[in-house]
């Protein structure tokens, strides 16, 4: 015995919602800071943060829309490194 199930044209499948898995993430972020102290209630703190420190690869997900020329290809990345510097005034 054989069943075969069909859905009507133009309409969506039994899949549930968010079946399918895009291509995984990795990132590290790290922040070194040095505190300088000026006086004895006053300090200046100096930070350096780097987000995505060795600048990998992390892809969005793939295009979804089935009437998408692009259908199921990945056009698009995160964010790539970003460095940032800080100073701060303690009191």
Partial sequence: MEIRLRSASSTFGNAGRN???GPGMQTVNASVL??????ETTAVQFR????NLFNRVNLDLPDNFLGSPTFGRISSAQAPRHVQLGLKFLF
């Fill in 19 to 21: 079946v399918l898995d």
């Fill in 34 to 39: 040095k505190n300088f102290t000026i006086t």
């Fill in 48 to 51: 350096v943060e780097a987000f």
